[in-house]
């Protein structure tokens, strides 16, 4: 592992996902930012495109948010596993995870996402931000690749896609 200077600098950070949970998110630090890493069930998936027609940017478009193997659907390499930097894109403050569907505080075509308290954005589970909120763009998709089945290094490309 890399020491924390050298994290700091933007060492790559490898993050195992073997024993993440369905529904749960594991928080790495690199470049002294939290990364999520959310395991997502085929539900969650499914969920995906019922939430297009409210988000600003639903295809993903805005290129400099995420790799170009990240400009999908799902925003991520494998679609079970997702990928982010855990700050908000309209003034850096850090969001929670809110993976339960039709909260009372969110309303009941929430399915899922994440919340940020400071001025209220919202994102859905792959990361678009939804229209009508602060924040300008969807959350950032770092640079990642697998190493191993499951084992994602943070913060390089690698060359398998």
């Known amino acids: ?82 990928v982010l930097v855990g700050i908000c894109t309209h003034l850096g403050c850090s969001p929670t995870y809110r993976p339960d569907i039709g909260p009372a505080d969110l309303g009941e075509d929430w399915l899922g996402g994440f919340f940020c308290p400071c001025h209220s954005s919202t994102y859905d589970m792959a990361g678009r931000v939804f229209q009508g909120v602060p924040a300008p763009l969807n959350l950032l998709v770092p640079s990642h690749y697998y190493l191993t089945e499951y084992t994602i290094r943070v913060g390089e490309d690698g060359e398998a896609a």
């Open 1 to 82: 592992m890399p020491s924390e200077r050298a994290k700091n600098a933007g060492a790559p950070v490898d993050a195992p996902v073997d024993k993440l949970e369905e529904g749960r998110l594991l928080t790495v630090e690199w470049q002294s930012k939290p990364v999520w890493i959310v395991r997502r069930s085929q539900q969650t998936l499914d969920n995906l495109p019922k939430n297009d027609d409210r988000l600003r940017d639903p295809h993903s478009e805005v290129e400099s948010q995420q790799p170009p193997y990240a400009q999908n659907e799902v925003r991520s390499r494998k679609p079970e596993f997702l």
